[in-house]
T-cell receptor, first 112, second 112 residues
Framework: DAGVIQSPRHEVTEMGQEVTLRCKPISGHDYLFWYRQTMMRGLELLIYFNNNVPIDDSGMPEDRFSAKMPNASFSTLKIQPSEPRDSAVYFC??????????FGPGTRLTVT | GNSVTQMEGPVTLSEEAFLTINCTYTATGYPSLFWYVQYPGEGLQLLLKATKADDKGSNKGFEATYRKETTSFHLEKGSVQVSDSAVYFCALSSSSASKIIFGSGTRLSIRP
């Protein structure tokens, strides 16, 4: 299995631009999670899906952030407009319905 | 609410030293407990887990025992290697396939 796939691995953009992060979960996993990791705040859960339906989005910082899961094999996290304080590593993780999560390699986002 | 507290880092040890990273938790009921490890530039990966009181999780020479009486899940290894240098996260899940509560992480550095 290829594991959780995220793209791009690195993204550098200017403030005000739209950013879209992509995730392909492990085939057969029903749960998908988006996290953000920074030195200041550590690892934060942003949102998670079960069977493509958002279950808990209480961690999404503000309306500039949105996430979708149009099918079982693809999810996006969009930031519009981006700000320098959004700079972080964004992780996607999937789970087969047990308590274990499998993380992707992350997308390092830099907003200048 | 549920929470995880782990010892602050960074922790620096010499190769072959004994390692303990403390972790305590607060939760209702009987959560599952985990240790995840994050190597530089990578996503988190599950190191070991325990699902009920007195269970011992083990992997790659690391061990942790689920102690309900002290609400602890301390990570230990008898002889660390340079390759163990990473950030270690203690975590809990109060129900299957739901979100995981992560600790703040402990950075471990091993000197040759």
């Amino acid at each position: 299995d290829a594991g959780v796939i995220q793209s791009p691995r690195h993204e550098v953009t200017e403030m005000g631009q739209e950013v879209t992060l992509r995730c392909k979960p492990i085939s057969g996993h029903d749960y998908l999670f988006w996290y953000r990791q920074t030195m200041m705040r550590g690892l934060e859960l942003l949102i998670y899906f079960n069977n493509n339906v958002p279950i808990d989005d209480s961690g999404m910082p503000e309306d500039r952030f949105s996430a979708k899961m149009p099918n079982a094999s693809f999810s996006t996290l969009k930031i519009q407009p981006s700000e320098p304080r959004d700079s972080a590593v964004y992780f996607c993780a999937s789970s087969p319905g047990t308590a274990e999560q499998y993380f992707g390699p992350g997308t390092r986002l830099t907003v200048t | 609410g549920n929470s995880v507290t782990q010892m602050e880092g960074p922790v620096t040890l010499s190769e072959e030293a004994f390692l303990t990273i403390n972790c305590t938790y607060t939760a209702t009921g009987y959560p599952s407990l985990f240790w995840y490890v994050q190597y530089p530039g990578e996503g988190l990966q599950l190191l070991l887990k325990a699902t009920k009181a007195d269970d011992k999780g083990s992997n790659k020479g690391f061990e942790a025992t689920y102690r309900k009486e002290t609400t602890s899940f301390h990570l230990e290894k008898g002889s660390v290697q340079v390759s163990d240098s990473a950030v270690y996260f203690c975590a809990l899940s109060s129900s299957s396939a739901s979100k995981i509560i992560f600790g703040s992480g402990t950075r471990l550095s091993i000197r040759p």
